[in-house]
Protein backbone atom coordinates (compact mmCIF):
# COMPACT_ATOMS: atom_id res chain seq x y z
CA UNK A 1 0.00 0.00 0.00
CA UNK A 2 1.54 3.73 -0.99
CA UNK A 3 1.95 6.13 1.70
CA UNK A 4 -1.05 7.86 0.70
CA UNK A 5 -3.29 5.15 1.02
CA UNK A 6 -1.71 4.25 4.60
CA UNK A 7 -2.35 7.91 5.28
CA UNK A 8 -5.73 7.65 4.17
CA UNK A 9 -6.02 4.32 5.97
CA UNK A 10 -4.80 5.85 9.29
CA UNK A 11 -7.94 8.58 9.26
CA UNK A 12 -10.20 5.98 8.51
CA UNK A 13 -8.87 3.47 11.43
CA UNK A 14 -9.31 6.91 13.82
CA UNK A 15 -12.63 7.68 13.55
CA UNK A 16 -14.00 4.13 13.51
CA UNK A 17 -12.58 3.43 16.54
CA UNK A 18 -13.58 6.89 18.09
CA UNK A 19 -17.21 6.14 17.35
CA UNK A 20 -17.17 2.39 17.02
CA UNK A 21 -19.60 1.74 20.02
CA UNK A 22 -21.80 3.81 18.42
CA UNK A 23 -21.57 3.49 14.81
CA UNK A 24 -24.31 0.67 14.33
CA UNK A 25 -27.19 2.73 16.65
CA UNK A 26 -26.27 6.35 15.04
CA UNK A 27 -25.56 4.87 11.21
CA UNK A 28 -26.87 1.32 10.47
CA UNK A 29 -30.55 1.54 12.42
CA UNK A 30 -31.76 4.43 10.97
CA UNK A 31 -30.83 2.93 7.29
CA UNK A 32 -32.28 -0.49 8.11
CA UNK A 33 -35.75 -0.08 6.70
CA UNK A 34 -35.03 1.37 3.72
CA UNK A 35 -32.15 -0.80 3.19
CA UNK A 36 -34.44 -3.68 3.22
CA UNK A 37 -35.95 -2.17 0.05
CA UNK A 38 -32.83 -1.76 -1.50
CA UNK A 39 -30.95 -4.98 -1.14
CA UNK A 40 -34.63 -6.73 -2.13
CA UNK A 41 -33.98 -6.85 -5.18
CA UNK A 42 -30.70 -8.57 -4.06
CA UNK A 43 -32.07 -10.66 -1.84
CA UNK A 44 -33.95 -12.85 -4.10
CA UNK A 45 -30.67 -14.19 -5.80
CA UNK A 46 -28.60 -14.93 -2.48
CA UNK A 47 -28.31 -19.10 -2.12
CA UNK A 48 -27.87 -20.36 0.57
CA UNK A 49 -23.82 -21.67 0.57
CA UNK A 50 -21.08 -22.66 2.61
CA UNK A 51 -18.86 -19.86 3.15
CA UNK A 52 -19.77 -16.07 2.93
CA UNK A 53 -17.11 -13.01 3.24
CA UNK A 54 -17.71 -9.53 4.14
CA UNK A 55 -15.22 -6.89 3.36
CA UNK A 56 -14.79 -3.64 5.34
CA UNK A 57 -17.59 -5.45 7.73
CA UNK A 58 -17.79 -2.46 10.56
CA UNK A 59 -20.85 -3.37 12.65
CA UNK A 60 -21.85 -6.31 10.70
CA UNK A 61 -25.05 -5.17 9.25
CA UNK A 62 -24.22 -7.59 5.65
CA UNK A 63 -23.32 -10.53 7.85
CA UNK A 64 -26.42 -9.81 9.99
CA UNK A 65 -28.44 -9.48 6.77
CA UNK A 66 -27.24 -12.66 5.10
CA UNK A 67 -24.98 -14.97 7.36
CA UNK A 68 -27.76 -17.42 8.51
CA UNK A 69 -27.91 -18.36 4.94
CA UNK A 70 -23.88 -19.69 4.88
CA UNK A 71 -22.17 -22.55 7.43
CA UNK A 72 -19.18 -19.66 7.94
CA UNK A 73 -18.81 -16.00 7.59
CA UNK A 74 -15.82 -14.10 7.75
CA UNK A 75 -15.58 -10.63 8.91
CA UNK A 76 -12.43 -8.12 7.76
CA UNK A 77 -12.12 -4.93 9.14
CA UNK A 78 -9.02 -2.31 9.74
CA UNK A 79 -10.66 -1.56 12.87
CA UNK A 80 -10.98 -3.74 15.88
CA UNK A 81 -13.62 -1.22 18.00
CA UNK A 82 -15.89 -2.01 14.54
CA UNK A 83 -15.16 -5.80 14.65
CA UNK A 84 -15.86 -5.95 18.55
CA UNK A 85 -19.27 -4.41 17.70
CA UNK A 86 -19.86 -6.85 14.48
CA UNK A 87 -19.02 -9.78 16.98
CA UNK A 88 -21.56 -8.95 19.79
CA UNK A 89 -24.19 -8.13 17.01
CA UNK A 90 -23.37 -11.16 15.22
CA UNK A 91 -23.62 -13.18 18.35
CA UNK A 92 -27.09 -12.39 19.70
CA UNK A 93 -28.34 -12.80 16.03
CA UNK A 94 -27.00 -16.80 16.13
CA UNK A 95 -24.47 -15.73 13.04
CA UNK A 96 -21.50 -18.38 12.91
CA UNK A 97 -18.77 -15.28 12.17
CA UNK A 98 -14.83 -15.07 12.59
CA UNK A 99 -13.15 -11.66 11.87
CA UNK A 100 -10.18 -10.91 10.84
CA UNK A 101 -8.76 -7.56 11.54
CA UNK A 102 -6.80 -6.18 9.04
CA UNK A 103 -7.10 -3.75 5.91
CA UNK A 104 -8.95 -5.66 2.70
CA UNK A 105 -5.94 -5.08 0.32
CA UNK A 106 -3.32 -7.02 2.56
CA UNK A 107 -6.45 -9.63 3.43
CA UNK A 108 -7.13 -9.87 -0.43
CA UNK A 109 -3.12 -9.87 -1.55
CA UNK A 110 -2.55 -12.88 1.31
CA UNK A 111 -6.23 -14.62 1.04
CA UNK A 112 -5.86 -18.27 -0.85
CA UNK A 113 -9.27 -19.00 0.29
CA UNK A 114 -12.50 -18.99 -1.95
CA UNK A 115 -16.48 -17.88 -0.90
CA UNK A 116 -19.88 -18.59 -2.44
CA UNK A 117 -20.62 -14.63 -1.13
CA UNK A 118 -18.40 -11.80 -1.14
CA UNK A 119 -19.58 -8.52 0.37
CA UNK A 120 -18.34 -4.96 0.16
CA UNK A 121 -20.78 -2.98 1.46
CA UNK A 122 -20.28 1.29 2.51
CA UNK A 123 -16.71 -0.23 2.44
CA UNK A 124 -15.22 1.18 -1.45
CA UNK A 125 -16.20 5.23 -1.03
CA UNK A 126 -13.69 5.23 1.66
CA UNK A 127 -10.36 4.15 -0.48
CA UNK A 128 -8.42 6.41 -3.06
CA UNK A 129 -10.71 5.60 -6.40
CA UNK A 130 -7.44 4.48 -8.37
CA UNK A 131 -7.25 1.37 -5.82
CA UNK A 132 -10.73 0.51 -6.89
CA UNK A 133 -10.12 -2.15 -9.58
CA UNK A 134 -7.46 -3.40 -7.12
CA UNK A 135 -10.31 -4.81 -4.66
CA UNK A 136 -12.22 -5.93 -7.51
CA UNK A 137 -9.75 -7.97 -8.69
CA UNK A 138 -9.09 -9.40 -5.26
CA UNK A 139 -13.09 -9.57 -4.70
CA UNK A 140 -13.61 -11.76 -8.19
CA UNK A 141 -10.56 -13.87 -6.92
CA UNK A 142 -11.78 -14.35 -3.35
CA UNK A 143 -15.43 -15.80 -5.34
CA UNK A 144 -16.25 -20.09 -6.13
CA UNK A 145 -17.11 -19.99 -10.04
CA UNK A 146 -20.90 -19.17 -9.52
CA UNK A 147 -20.51 -17.10 -6.66
CA UNK A 148 -22.19 -13.58 -6.20
CA UNK A 149 -20.50 -10.46 -5.31
CA UNK A 150 -22.63 -7.63 -3.34
CA UNK A 151 -21.43 -4.08 -3.18
CA UNK A 152 -23.69 -1.17 -2.20
CA UNK A 153 -21.84 2.68 -2.23
CA UNK A 154 -22.98 6.65 -2.77
CA UNK A 155 -22.06 7.52 -6.10
CA UNK A 156 -21.85 11.16 -7.73
CA UNK A 157 -24.74 12.65 -8.77
CA UNK A 158 -25.53 16.31 -9.31
CA UNK A 159 -26.35 18.22 -5.75
CA UNK A 160 -29.61 19.59 -7.49
CA UNK A 161 -30.71 15.61 -8.72
CA UNK A 162 -32.01 15.00 -4.66
CA UNK A 163 -35.56 15.45 -4.45
CA UNK A 164 -36.67 18.57 -2.38
CA UNK A 165 -39.21 16.52 -0.31
CA UNK A 166 -36.54 14.35 0.80
CA UNK A 167 -34.30 17.20 1.63
CA UNK A 168 -37.24 18.49 4.17
CA UNK A 169 -37.85 15.24 5.33
CA UNK A 170 -34.39 14.27 6.35
CA UNK A 171 -33.49 17.70 7.72
CA UNK A 172 -36.30 16.91 10.40
CA UNK A 173 -35.08 13.85 10.75
CA UNK A 174 -31.82 14.38 11.34
CA UNK A 175 -32.71 16.62 14.55
CA UNK A 176 -34.76 13.59 15.79
CA UNK A 177 -32.05 10.50 15.69
CA UNK A 178 -29.47 9.39 17.64
CA UNK A 179 -26.22 11.45 17.26
CA UNK A 180 -22.59 10.58 18.20
CA UNK A 181 -21.53 12.08 21.72
CA UNK A 182 -18.03 12.53 21.08
CA UNK A 183 -16.96 14.97 18.25
CA UNK A 184 -14.68 13.98 15.76
CA UNK A 185 -13.31 14.57 12.14
CA UNK A 186 -14.90 12.75 9.17
CA UNK A 187 -12.92 10.49 7.55
CA UNK A 188 -11.59 11.43 4.06
CA UNK A 189 -14.54 10.09 2.12
CA UNK A 190 -16.56 10.87 -1.31
CA UNK A 191 -19.28 9.22 -3.73
CA UNK A 192 -18.01 7.11 -5.97
CA UNK A 193 -18.17 8.20 -9.84
CA UNK A 194 -20.72 4.93 -10.79
CA UNK A 195 -18.79 4.28 -14.41
CA UNK A 196 -15.65 3.89 -12.49
CA UNK A 197 -17.20 1.21 -10.12
CA UNK A 198 -19.06 -0.56 -12.79
CA UNK A 199 -16.46 -0.47 -14.72
CA UNK A 200 -13.57 -2.01 -12.14
CA UNK A 201 -16.52 -4.95 -11.74
CA UNK A 202 -16.67 -5.55 -15.64
CA UNK A 203 -12.49 -5.35 -15.87
CA UNK A 204 -12.52 -7.74 -13.35
CA UNK A 205 -14.44 -10.63 -14.92
CA UNK A 206 -17.72 -10.39 -13.00
CA UNK A 207 -21.31 -10.37 -14.41
CA UNK A 208 -24.06 -7.94 -13.34
CA UNK A 209 -26.72 -9.82 -12.39
CA UNK A 210 -29.09 -6.92 -10.19
CA UNK A 211 -28.91 -3.82 -9.31
CA UNK A 212 -30.90 -1.14 -7.09
CA UNK A 213 -30.72 2.23 -6.58
CA UNK A 214 -32.33 4.48 -3.33
CA UNK A 215 -31.66 7.43 -2.06
CA UNK A 216 -30.96 7.94 1.76
CA UNK A 217 -34.28 8.92 3.37
CA UNK A 218 -34.67 8.41 6.80
CA UNK A 219 -36.81 7.84 9.57
CA UNK A 220 -38.05 10.67 12.10
CA UNK A 221 -38.51 7.95 14.83
CA UNK A 222 -36.87 4.67 15.72
CA UNK A 223 -37.69 2.45 15.76
CA UNK A 224 -39.37 3.94 12.32
CA UNK A 225 -43.41 4.90 13.04
CA UNK A 226 -46.10 3.43 10.64
CA UNK A 227 -45.79 7.35 9.64
CA UNK A 228 -42.24 6.38 8.96
CA UNK A 229 -42.64 3.46 6.96
CA UNK A 230 -45.31 4.93 4.62
CA UNK A 231 -42.99 7.78 3.58
CA UNK A 232 -39.82 5.89 3.32
CA UNK A 233 -41.63 3.49 1.20
CA UNK A 234 -43.35 6.14 -1.03
CA UNK A 235 -40.14 8.08 -1.50
CA UNK A 236 -38.97 5.14 -2.56
CA UNK A 237 -40.88 4.38 -4.92
CA UNK A 238 -40.99 7.77 -6.13
CA UNK A 239 -37.16 8.61 -6.33
CA UNK A 240 -35.27 5.51 -5.80
CA UNK A 241 -34.24 4.35 -9.66
CA UNK A 242 -32.30 7.62 -9.35
CA UNK A 243 -30.78 7.55 -5.99
CA UNK A 244 -27.80 8.45 -4.90
CA UNK A 245 -27.04 4.61 -3.47
CA UNK A 246 -26.32 2.42 -6.04
CA UNK A 247 -26.33 -1.73 -4.27
CA UNK A 248 -24.70 -4.22 -7.09
CA UNK A 249 -24.79 -7.68 -7.00
CA UNK A 250 -22.04 -9.41 -9.72
CA UNK A 251 -21.70 -13.01 -10.10
CA UNK A 252 -18.54 -15.13 -10.91
CA UNK A 253 -19.12 -16.78 -14.12
Known sequence: MNPEADS???KDIEYHETIGDEYHKVVVDP??????MLFAPIAKIV??????????????HMMLRFGRQFRSVTGVDHSPKMIES????????????????????????????QFDLVSCVGCLHHLIPETI??????IARALNSGGLAIMAEPIMVDADDEPAEIARWNQKAMGRLPQYTTAIDEPDEAPIDA???????????????????????????MPPSILDQLVIRFFHWRHGSNGIVMAIAASKP
Not at 133 to 138: A, D, I, L, Q
Not at 204 to 210: M, P, V, Y
Open 133 to 138: PEVMEG
Open 47 to 60: KAGDSMLDLGCGTG
Open 86 to 113: ARVNCGNAGVNAHFQHQNIFDFLAGNNQ
Open 8 to 10: HFQ
Open 195 to 221: DLLLGAISAAGLQIEKQSRSWEILPQN
Open 31 to 36: RSYLNE
